[in-house]
Structures are given as C-alpha cells and as structure tokens.
C-alpha cells in the first residue's frame, strides 16, 4: 500500500514538473515578433562577439519610430570624457530656440578657460572672439574642449546640470564627476532627434555632427549611412565611446561605451558592434505584418495631424504593403491607408492565418453612414476587424447576403449594407427609382426638358454616369434621371432585359403614354410613363404594342392615339 503511495505520489509531481521543463507545443509554434527575433539574435552575436574581443562593454540602441530598444548594461555609469558636449550643445540651441541666447553673441577666449587635448582654440591667442554659434560648431566637429569650457561658463555649470535632470539624464555630474551612461546618452540623442525634427537650429546641430572629425566608430561599422555622432575619448584611461543618430530608412540611435580596451582596439570594437547592430536593425525592419497592440487610427495620409478614416481594432493582424518613415501602408478598401509604427507589433512572418495575397476588385464604393464595424465574416457574430468613420469610403467586391465584401491589410471584411451607402461610380449599372413618378428628361439646346415620369421601386439601367444625372436610354434618345430621385444598386436583376437596340421605326404620341413591363394591360406593371408629342424609336411591333428600349428594360406603348 506504502509502495503505490509513493508510486502515485511519484507521478503527481511528474506531472506538475514535466510541463515546467518541455515548452509546450504552443510556446514552439508561436510566432516571434520581429523585435523578439531582434533581441534574441542580436543579445547572442553581441554576447559573442564581446566574449572574444574582451573589455567592458554597455550599450543602448533605440529606434525612433517605433520605440523599439536594445540594453546592455545600458545604466552602468562611466566616464563621459566628450560625450558630455552633446548634451551641452543640445542645451545652447534650445535656448537659441526659446529667444533665451542669442548664437551671434561674442564669447572672449580667456586664460582660465585654456584646456589641453582635442579643440582648434588653444592654439589661438587669449582675447580672441568667438560667437556661440562657432563655440557649439567647434565643439561638435573639432571636440574642442576649450568651446565647451566656454559655453558652460556662458550658460551656467547648475543650469545645465539641471536641464541634463530634467530631460531624463541620470547621471549629471554626480558627486561633480563627469559621469554618464548608454541609457543617458540615448535620452539625449532621442532628444536631439525630435528637436531636429521640428526646428531649424535641431537640424544645424546635426548637420555639425556629420561633419566631425572623428569618423572610425559607429560611421565605419555602418558604411553608406549618414550619421550625426559624438565620441568620446580618454585614451591613458583606456576609455572610448561614441553616440549617434544613423540616419537609415528607419533612423535609430546607438550608444555605445568601452572600458579596458587600447585605444585602437576600442574603435575598431565599437565599429564593429555597431556593424553587428545594424545588421539585426535591418532584419527587424524587413517586416510584412503587424499585430495591433490597441484600437490604431488609420490616417488617409502618413500625417498624424490629419483626420482619421477609421481605426483597427485591437488584437488584429494585418498585412504591411510598404514602411513609409514612422507608417506602415496597408490596403484600405482599395485605397492606401496608414498606421504609426509605434502603436503596432510587427512580424516578419503572418502570426494568424487569413490574409488574401490581392487587391481588392473595385466594384462600387460604399460610404459609411455613421461609426461602422468591418467584421470578419458576414454575420452580427463576426470578430471586429476595425470601424470605418462616418463617411469615410472604401470600395466594395461583392455582396454577402446582408453584407458588403471589402478588404482591409489583405483581410476580408464585411460591413452591413444597413449601415453604409452605395455611391454612383462608374461601376454602378443599375439604380431604384425611390420618388413617386421621378421625372425623365432629354436635352434640347442644353436644356434639361422633362419627358415623362418612372414608377417607384423600378430597377433600371444606366447607360453612364452624368454628374447630377444618370444617363439612360429611351428608344433612341438619350434621356436623364436625377440621381437624388434614385439609389444606386451593386447588383441587379434586370426584368426582362433588352438584348438589341436596333430601333426599326419611330412612333410621335399626341396623348401621355403608360409604359408596361410586358404587352399587356391586365397582366403587367405600369413603369411609367411617356409625355405627348414625344417621338421615340421602337424596336418592333407586337400584337398592337410597340416595344422599345425603356432604361434598359423592354417596355410596351399600346398602339393607339398616335401618328
């Protein structure tokens, strides 16, 4: 009995053990988000890479569009050596900006300020005038230590500790050392990145950064790139960093600071990390789906100040066209739509089934007519796909019992024919007469003149679209509906349909003519009605009818009170 005890007892823990060591078989099929893939083979080739070149390594990488981020050891405080000049400089142009410093002022070079190493002014003579705008020009390109010295003399050592804090910086000259860290050097530079942006002095700043001297770090590990950078250096401490913008088609920002190695050595590990980095960036943003993290607004343009045309609902996966900067394009009911990156979760591969690999056919446009969901099967129980706004537009494939078939981000949508509005295109053949005896005119001398009348709930064909009008054909004659006396229709079935128009004579009315939908008085329906003195071409003559081409349909005139 103690035996099977144990024996039992043996299995229970098994069995509460056994689904904690083996991934389960949803965990293997999951698909990975690309920033998943991302940080999985990135922390392993750096990992690697760092294990065989020694020394101590952090490092911060962000990507601007999509907030998207990589750490190692990123908060460790070291030595900023020159990397403290960026955000100094950051400083100086944003109070340019604000009108609270003016760049053309005039900051003389004196004894206190000399300092040794990099720069260009301690080789001129003390009382030599500089403006601001040179002193941040020179601290950016040339390093020069004596600018910097300078311009947090003129802007104040407190203030500018203050505003590193305030922005997000945590490491402001702690204890008064001249400290910082990947995680800080990437508050600046994203920074730096959005006031470049949106202002003229954020983009000189920049353009001071691609032109600096020293170019064997990050620039030489992502060759072809334009990058905007700063380094930092104490070689007899054995320190060398380097922060800056990489300006691919999907701009990221990369800090990254090494202690314990030659100063040779250094550049050629951070050239070579940053090459490693760029290259998972580029593979992270070979995307082709993207999963929605909450409701995303859909832009008609890849500008978030414009209106929005709908939004995608929550937990949905659809299909990437193209990337677009900050946007993602999708098909959008036959038009483009946009979405911002930063709101989504991107997948190289699909993570749900359904995606249809085509365009939408164009058959007719429907609006919406008010706040209306797509769902993803044509029934009240489908899942929301998203929600078109008020009318916003998109075209339609084909109807579904109740329901419009559209696509969005290649996913197949339907949308309740109650709650949009077909609107005349090209594609709409056929209309509903809704107004009681809607009028019929022809042009005489580009006068609409009236001509007779239709029935209401009568189905006919359009010959083509004329603005106001639909153009329709009445034996021989052109003739004109007014479009708000009818609806459009996405398909039609079409009462006995005319199949020639070979018009075989011509018939001139002296009294109103009823019009019937088969040569009968008895049997068939009124559809309308033609006015006196109107001459219309009849295709034949049918047992004292005349049957002519009315709108599409055969109607039948009794022969009587003619000439």
């Known amino acids: 009995m103690q035996f099977l005890r144990r024996v039992l007892l043996t299995t229970i823990v098994w069995g509460l053990l056994i689904p904690g060591i083996l991934p389960s078989h949803q965990v293997q099929g999951a698909t990975l988000s690309s920033y998943q893939s991302f940080n999985q083979n990135l922390s392993k080739e750096l990992k690697k890479y760092i294990k065989k070149s020694g020394g101590t390594i952090t490092l911060h990488y962000r990507e601007f569009s999509t907030g998207d981020e990589f750490k190692m050891n990123s908060t460790s405080a070291k030595k900023a050596a020159s990397t403290i000049k960026l955000p100094l400089a950051l400083y100086v142009m944003e109070l340019a900006a604000e009108k609270k410093i003016n760049l053309n002022e005039k900051l003389t070079y004196k004894r206190h300020h000399y300092y040794g190493g990099s720069g ?99 620039p030489k590990g992502i060759k072809g790139v334009s990058t905007a ?51 998972h960036h580029k593979e992270k943003n070979n995307v082709h789906y993207f999963k929605t993290k909450k409701a995303t607004p859909v832009h ?62 164009n058959n007719g446009w429907i609006s919406a007519k008010y706040y209306t969901q797509v769902l993803d099967k044509p029934d009240p129980s489908g899942k929301v796909l998203m929600s078109l706004y008020k009318k916003t537009s998109i075209y339609a494939e084909s109807i579904s019992g109740n329901y419009y078939k559209t696509i969005i981000g290649n996913r197949v949508g339907y949308v309740s024919k109650d709650s949009v509005q077909l609107l005349y295109t090209a594609n709409v053949k056929h209309f509903e007469i809704v107004k009681e005896d809607a009028r019929i005119y022809f042009l005489r001398n580009g006068i609409y003149v009236h001509m007779g009348e239709l029935k209401k709930g009568q189905i006919f064909t359009r010959t083509k679209d004329a603005g106001a009008f639909n153009e329709v054909q009445i034996g021989n004659i052109k003739a004109y509906v ?20 070979d018009v075989t004579g011509e018939v001139n009315f002296n009294l109103v003519q009823k019009v019937y939908s088969k040569p009968s008085a008895i049997e068939a329906d009124i559809i309308g009605s033609l006015n006196y003195s109107q001459k219309v071409g009849f295709l034949r003559v049918i047992d004292g009818w005349y049957e002519i081409n009315f709108l599409g349909r055969k109607g039948y005139i009794q022969i009587e009170n003619h000439q």
């Not at 800056?244 to 070579?272: C, E, H, R, W």
């Not at 900067?325 to 946009?338: A, F, S």
């Not at 190289?348 to 085509?358: D, I, K, L, Q």
């Open 482 to 501: 007014h479009k708000s006396d009818t609806n459009p229709l996405f398909s039609a079935t079409i009462v006995y349909p005319i199949s020639s128009n």
């Open 300 to 361: 008609l343009i890849p500008v978030s100040t414009t209106k929005n045309i709908g939004s995608l609902a929550r937990g949905q996966v659809f299909k990437i066209i193209s990337v677009k900067g900050e946007w993602y394009e999708i098909l959008y009911g036959g038009k483009k739509g946009y979405v911002r990156k930063n709101t989504l979760t991107a997948y190289t591969r699909p993570p749900a089934s359904g995606f249809v690999n085509r365009s939408i056919k």
């Open 120 to 218: 260009v002014i301690q080789k001129k003579k003390f009382g030599s005038k500089y403006t601001i705008r040179d002193l941040v020009k020179k601290a950016m390109i040339h390093s020069d230590n004596i600018a910097f010295i300078m311009l947090r003399e003129r802007v104040g050592k407190k203030n500018f500790i203050a505003y590193m804090k305030r922005i997000g910086g945590k490491n402001a000259y702690p204890k008064g050392q001249n400290l910082t860290s990947a995680s800080d050097l990437i508050v600046y530079t994203n920074r730096l990145y959005n006031f470049s942006t949106t202002n003229a002095l954020g983009k000189e700043l920049v353009s001071y950064l691609k032109k600096t001297d020293y170019n064997t770090t990050i």
């Open 229 to 279: 950078h700063k380094v930092g250096m104490i070689p007899a401490s054995r320190i060398y960093n380097d922060v800056g913008i990489v300006y691919d088609k999907n701009p990221f920002a990369l800090a990254v600071m090494t202690n314990n190695l030659s100063y040779t050595k250094s550049q050629k590990v951070i050239a070579d990390i940053s090459s490693i980095v760029y290259k």
